[in-house]
């Protein structure tokens, strides 16, 4: 029997050839595309790679009147020209797979992996990826790591479609697509109903997402600060401080410090004890991406990134997990031993080893599909970087979670004067257990001064210290995923995607996660007048039908038709209030771009601000367009940032440019300024940026011209032209439906 095998990464298309095959497999290529040729007992196996979603959904007709229910999958090459490459991708499996009577998904174990893997089993198959399924033609691997062991016994425990996983998958990509196309459309027409232009979009967990940054906003702008005062002593070098803790009347901690100054301080109580610390658990996707985070400043999205990439090595398992757990049925054992045999983890996975230490210490979280993340034991090569050090952080994490608890002990001492108590706290680590095999956490340690109950203390100082009360922090973006986690608001995978998104739509700023003028507009009209969007147990209900489908308590068709319902009342909230919700937006965005400027337009004076074109580049507009049509091209790639300074010769802003690897810079924005004319010519392969393209990459400084500068394009004219700024317009709703929660 000739089987079509589908990996969802090239990488893993290769590990499963070179892993499940009696001999060596047997590459060629279709389209400049590699596939695999293997023989499996008495079978002859196929492995293709299908590099990630081949198919996307897109509306059916091309009504632009909402809402809009009538949707398709479709291949992504039709509908993105960024996926293009992926023709050649389907073109192979499809090609291979009329050799084939049965296939096999093995793309990730999750629902998005079924997704990917059904919709191209069922273009092959019938060439309609919106047919029906064939259930007995297909078969679906389970593995969590890529390790030849894993995938072998994979393989020969070959399961069944997974029906549930893909009812639940698609209605996630159905009701995710519907609600941000629909709602992401009616914010545009709100926009443009009052004369303005900006792409928006909304989602079904943005806008909870938004909703949580925005509260914390308010609850940052409405904060008044209170004074306080707090009472110490200074005895042996160790502040205590009054056990009433902070005195909001100053006349009440003024009698409590005079009361402490003309009273005897004796030691009232020694408490002391031993802690012991338990290690942490293993990482989930969350944790992990908290922990790097704290540890490097990694930012989520790369963290989840690199942690996939160590996956399709072999390194590590699947790491969009949400488990805590480690089953023995890992063979535990045989992993340290692997692990003991790299001379990094050696000392630790040893002592392991000898005290016959296999049993893991793990968190309350599970998967169903998936342990927690851990190391397979193959030793990485060539790992450096941020990828070296997420991999030692998993590793030593794991290894930690089996060692010996880490002992502590901590000591509380009160002091009385008269009515008046003062107490300190301090621990110190007596042993370090599972902390020095993990190496990341270090508590904090304080040592106090030996006493005896009941003995005077001459006290060094009595004072009274003012403090201010601080607003509430704002969140930064592992702590809100972490958050949304609580919260149940949105997927494990997804998380860190909706906040990038938040980013993309000017909606919030700052690494500290402030929302911008434009976000807060749109937070505002959303609820003033369509506050369904913001509710966080709308959104928790919809994700609670979705895991349903998948457990097989729930329908699709019935979860699908009850979202339709949900759009259908927002869309006609927004059609109500289409007015009041445009000019809420419309102030938003004049506030932000004022915030934003780099400066005033020369010609009217309005904020000249930095926008993006259809094709993707930026460049500098005015504010006020489309009555004023001034733009100015910027180098690509680059941050720009006002200096607060314009130039005396064209009168236009001179800003300061920031390239990654390469020099600062200032320059102004005129590219015919005459501060240019002694600008280096362009390197042959480069050219000079052309007006459409807005490129000046590599452009001179507006006081001290680089050596690598380049002229940039005599034409006024900026990258976008009113007519190109209408396509983004029309193309608005295709860009923010993909992917948007």
Request: charged share 30%; aromatic share 8%.
């Amino acid at each position: 029997m000739n089987k079509l095998i589908i990996a969802e990464k090239p990488s893993v298309a290769l590990r499963l050839a070179l892993s499940l095959g009696d001999g060596q497999p047997k590459r060629s290529a279709f389209n400049g595309v590699s596939y695999y040729e293997l023989q499996k007992d008495h079978d002859t196996l196929f492995v293709v790679a299908a590099a990630g979603h081949l198919f996307t959904l897109r509306q059916k007709s091309k009504e632009r009147e909402i809402p809009i229910f009538d949707i398709e999958w479709i291949a992504s090459y039709k509908v993105n020209d960024s996926s293009y490459f992926t023709k050649r991708y389907l073109d192979t499996i499809a090609e291979i797979g009329k050799r084939c009577t049965e296939y096999v998904n093995a793309c990730d174990y999750d629902i998005e992996g079924t997704v990917i893997g059904t919709n191209i089993i069922k273009y092959v198959v019938s060439g309609d990826v919106n047919s029906g399924v064939d259930s007995d033609k297909i078969k679906r691997m389970k593995f969590s790591t890529t390790t030849r062991q894993d995938l072998l016994s994979a393989y020969e425990g070959l399961e069944g479609f997974d029906s549930s996983n893909f009812d639940a998958g698609e209605a996630r990509h159905m009701l995710d697509w519907m609600w941000g196309i629909n709602l992401s459309r009616a914010l545009i027409h709100a926009m443009t109903a009052v004369g303005a232009k900006k792409i928006l979009s909304i989602g079904r967990v943005q806008g909870p997402t938004l909703s949580i940054l925005s509260e914390r906003e308010a609850e940052i702008r409405d904060f008044v600060p209170k004074d306080f005062w707090r009472i110490l002593i200074v005895a042996s070098g160790i502040e205590f401080e009054n056990t009433k803790g902070n005195f909001f009347d100053k006349a009440a901690a003024d009698g409590a410090l005079k009361r402490t100054e003309g009273a005897t301080v004796t030691v009232k109580s020694i408490d002391r004890k031993e802690n012991n610390m338990r290690p942490y658990p293993p990482f989930d996707l969350t944790s992990l991406q908290l922990e790097a985070s704290r540890v490097f400043g990694i930012d989520p999205s790369r963290t989840l990134a690199i942690a996939q990439s160590l996956y399709e090595k072999s390194y590590i398992s699947y790491p969009r997990t949400t488990s805590q757990k480690l089953p023995y049925t890992l063979n535990l054992p045989r992993i340290i031993g692997m692990l003991a045999k790299n001379e990094k983890y050696k000392a630790h996975a040893e002592m392991l080893i000898s005290g016959s230490r296999f049993r893991p210490a793990e968190g309350a979280k599970a998967d169903e599909a998936h342990p927690a993340i851990y190391p397979t034991g193959e030793e990485p090569k060539r790992l450096e970087g941020e990828e070296e050090r997420i991999y030692d952080l998993i590793t030593r994490r794991f290894l930690a979670c089996f060692a010996e608890y880490a002992v502590s002990d901590s000591t509380r001492i009160v002091l009385g004067a008269t009515d008046e108590e003062y107490a300190a706290s301090g621990s110190i680590v007596k042993k370090q257990g599972w902390m020095e095999v993990y190496g990341y956490y270090k508590p904090k340690e304080a040592v106090l001064p030996e006493m005896r109950a009941g003995s005077e203390v001459t006290p060094e100082r009595i004072y009274s210290k003012k403090g201010v009360t601080e607003p509430p922090k704002r969140y930064g973006k592992a702590s809100l995923i972490a958050l949304l986690e609580k919260k149940n608001l949105g997927t494990k995978a997804t998380r860190a995607e909706i906040i990038d998104t938040l980013f993309r739509r000017g909606y919030i700023k700052g690494t500290r996660l402030e929302v911008t003028a434009l976000g807060l507009s749109v937070y505002s009209a959303l609820k003033k007048y369509c506050a369904q969007i913001l509710d966080e147990d709308l959104t928790r209900k919809l994700e609670s039908d979705m895991e349903d489908i998948m457990r097989g308590n729930a329908k699709e068709s019935a979860v699908i038709e009850e979202g339709k319902g949900i759009i259908q009342s927002l869309v006609s909230a927004f059609k109500a209030n289409e007015k009041g919700i445009g000019e809420e937006l419309r102030k938003g965005l004049k506030e932000s771009e004022a915030a934003n400027a780099l400066g005033k337009c020369p010609k009217c004076g309005g904020n000249l601000v930095i926008k993006r074109s259809s094709i993707g580049k930026n460049f500098v507009g005015c504010s006020n367009w489309p009555e004023c049509s001034v733009t100015y091209p910027l180098p690509q790639g680059a941050g720009i940032y006002p200096t607060g300074k314009v130039c005396e010769l064209c009168h236009t802003p001179i800003v300061k440019v920031f390239r990654k690897g390469k020099r600062v810079f200032q320059m102004d924005l005129d590219p015919n300024c005459s501060t240019k004319k002694d600008w280096e010519k362009p390197k042959p392969q480069e050219g000079a940026a052309s007006a459409q393209g807005a490129q000046a990459e590599g452009a001179g400084a507006h006081v001290v011209p680089p050596r690598s500068a380049g002229k940039v394009s005599g034409k006024r004219t900026g990258s976008t032209t009113p007519r190109a700024r209408k396509k983004t317009s029309r193309n608005a709703g295709r860009d923010t439906a993909n992917k948007q929660q």
